[in-house]
């Protein structure tokens, strides 16, 4: 077909236009046939509700995909968008630079904690992990640490898609039909003991020393080539586990005494999800790399970064000043869109005390999942922040199903988005929801339970 003839233009494209084929479109992370045959399609969104394209109000329960935390189509981020895309479209960061890159920089790098003070910004959770990992074998090589090539993740972690985060991510669907990935790279175990810590609301007492298993790791292969190890503050795509008490400061104890760089994957936590900027603050710990994505921009324009500490930064800025430090990096790294959608989101995050009323209101919305506790066929229950998962038991012989039919339940019937992770169910809400939209939304999420018994 010649270019011409695709020309879309005039009555019958615009959002809530219900597309007459759904095929071409591979869609990610989707049972793609199952999808097609009964779509759920959002068209239109504003504040706690997407809309589908017939007008019905869906409830959204996973900040679209954990990232828009101030609530949809927020007129300050719209405008500064919209101003944006008038002013400079798009500006190299390749030997050039535009204000609001700096800008927004320094505003992140205030909001980290410790000496976190620089950003090297990308398009994506995965991108950022990526960069991490990367910047972290860099380190290694230009302090004269080379040998120092290992990288150790955690089981059930999940670190995107890149060759990178799937290598050192622990989920097993994500990693099994893609070859060797990286080499040299190890696993801690899950910090999830159900036996030990069920229906435990926030941080459980137990399991702090899973934090020990890299002692292990370490007798085994020599700390000398280990370059990082990389976690979730709290592991959110399979099934949102929180990481023990005490566990945090452990691996940073043990990190430090062999000279490993620990990054905190915060692409989910990052930006009010556990109550603070960063949920390095809420455990007390300061990692050596930070990864954010989602939370920075509200999900309106993609956008991802590493926060790295002084040190490392440092460590680069040596030899002659015309040759580049780093090799590394994308075109649209700190694009000009997504500056401006960030540097608004933090100024609403700021203006409406957004992490302030996620922490102030984690207890309400944890005991409203637990009174979930007596349904039929709940085995677990998890909060932590503004996020939590209802474990069901899976239908026999065929694991995710009940999941599968609860989602499809939950938009169709009850005007809910949620998550699931095989049959967990996922909820994530945006961090403006107020008391009485946890009520509704765990009640949703209650009558959904009972129809997949
Ligand atoms: C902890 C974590 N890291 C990385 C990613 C990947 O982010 P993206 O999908 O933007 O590549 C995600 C996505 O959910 C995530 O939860």
Known sequence: MALDDLVTEGAGVGADAIPNDLDAFWMPFTSNRSFKKRPRLVSRAK??????????????????????????????????????????????????????????????????????????FCNSGSEAVDTALKIALAYHQTTGAGTRTRLIGRERG????????????????????????????????????????????????????????????????DASTIASVIVEPMGGSTGVLPTPKGYLKRLREICDKYGILLIFDEVITGFGRLGHAFAAERYGVVPDMITFAKGITAGAVPMGGVLVRKGIHDAFMKGPEHVVELFHGYTYSAHPLACAAGLATLDLY????????????????????????????????????????????????????????????????????????????????????????????????????????
Request: hydrophobic share 40%.
């Open 47 to 120: 504040d706690m509700h997407y809309y589908t394209p017939e007008g019905r109000a869906i409830l959204d329960g996973c900040a679209g995909l954990w990232c828009v935390n101030p609530g949809h189509n927020r007129e300050p981020i719209v405008e500064a968008i919209r101003q944006a895309a008038t002013e400079v479209d798009f500006a190299p960061t390749f030997q050039y630079g535009h204000p609001q890159a700096f800008r927004l920089a320094s505003r992140i790098a205030d909001l980290a904690p410790g000496d976190l003070d620089h950003v090297f």
């Open 158 to 221: 999940y670190h995107g898609v890149g060759f990178g985060g799937i290598s050192v991510g622990g989920i097993v669907s994500n990693r099994r039909t893609f070859g060797t990935m990286l080499t040299g790279v190890d696993h801690l175990r899950s910090t999830y003991d159900r036996e030990h810590q069920a229906f435990t609301k926030g941080e459980p007492d137990y399991g702090a020393h899973f934090a020990d298993e890299l002692e292990r790791i370490v007798a085994l292969h």
């Open 350 to 453: 700021a203006r409406e005390h957004t992490f302030t009323h996620a922490r102030a209101l984690e207890p309400f919305f944890a005991d409203a999942m637990m009174s979930l506790k007596d349904k039929p066929g709940v085995l677990d229950i998890r909060t932590v922040g503004i996020t939590g998962a209802v474990d069901l038991a899976p239908k026999e012989g065929a694991p995710g199903l009940k999941g599968y039919e609860a989602l499809e339940r939950a938009f169709h019937e009850e005007g809910l988005m949620m998550r699931i992770a095989g049959d967990t169910l996922v909820v994530t809400p945006p961090l403006i929801i107020s008391k009485d939209q946890v009520g509704e939304l765990v009640e949703k999420l209650g009558r959904v339970i009972e129809k997949v018994a």
